[in-house]
T-cell receptor, first 120, second 110 residues
Framework: GAVVSQHPSWVICKSGTSVKIECRSLDFQATTMFWYRQFPKQSLMLMATSNEGSKATYEQGVEKDKFLINHASLTLSTLTVTSAHPEDSSFYIC????????????????FGPGTRLTVT | SQQGEEDPQALSIQEGENATMNCSYKTSINNLQWYRQNSGRGLVHLILIRSNEREKHSGRLRVTLDTSKKSSSLLITASRAADTASYFCATAASGSRLTFGEGTQLTVNP
């Protein structure tokens, strides 16, 4: 159980175009989803936190108008990189957290396999 | 300031040896988690240790937590070539937000 998928697994796009990445929780309801970015040989940096049905909370330094996040349902969150530039090329990883027993929050996050974005 | 700083940055050992990775953090935490990432892949959750726990085991993994020193260690015993990966610690404070360390690249040579 607790599987998170991402689509696409890799994408190449031209500078100036927009790219949408999907993150789905396959067998549980994800009340909270997180989006991370990871540059080669570096750690994960949290970009934003999204709760189902509400606006995402962005980390300092992350442009919310450039990285549009939508968490429209309990199983799907999307990240759209608008007007992509080569410096946006990175590995984007989502994670999802479910409600635990009796409605309380669990601590564990389940990570998707990541999406490799290359902007040419 | 960066939470979850790890050392060593890279570790190379022979199969069968033990591997120890350390993680330090700066602020109070609710729990600390260790993750594994194979090259170009997503993260796999290994183990979670709460702030009121000192040691936890899971198979060949042993995690310790010293909140007075704000540090944790991950020990992998009897390592295998398949353990080759990057290992990250991540701390969680009062909310759900995780802050990841820089990671340790472990190479286990057959």
């Amino acid at each position: 159980g607790a599987v998170v998928s991402q689509h696409p697994s890799w994408v190449i796009c031209k500078s100036g175009t927009s790219v949408k990445i999907e993150c789905r929780s396959l067998d549980f309801q994800a009340t909270t989803m997180f989006w991370y970015r990871q540059f080669p040989k570096q750690s994960l940096m949290l970009m934003a936190t999204s709760n189902e049905g509400s606006k995402a909370t962005y980390e300092q330094g992350v442009e919310k108008d450039k990285f549009l996040i939508n968490h429209a349902s309990l199983t799907l969150s999307t990240l759209t990189v608008t007007s992509a530039h080569p410096e946006d090329s990175s590995f984007y990883i989502c994670s999802a957290r479910s409600r635990g027993l009796a409605g309380g929050m669990t601590y564990e996050q389940y990570f998707g396999p990541g999406t490799r974005l290359t902007v040419t | 300031s960066q939470q979850g700083e790890e050392d060593p940055q890279a570790l190379s050992i022979q199969e069968g040896e033990n591997a120890t990775m350390n993680c330090s953090y700066k602020t109070s935490i609710n729990n600390l988690q260790w993750y594994r990432q194979n090259s170009g892949r997503g993260l796999v959750h290994l183990i979670l240790i709460r702030s009121n726990e000192r040691e936890k085991h899971s198979g060949r993994l042993r995690v310790t937590l010293d909140t007075s020193k704000k540090s944790s260690s991950l020990l992998i015993t009897a390592s295998r070539a398949a353990d080759t990966a990057s290992y990250f610690c991540a701390t969680a404070a009062s909310g759900s937000r995780l802050t990841f360390g820089e990671g340790t690249q472990l190479t286990v040579n057959p």
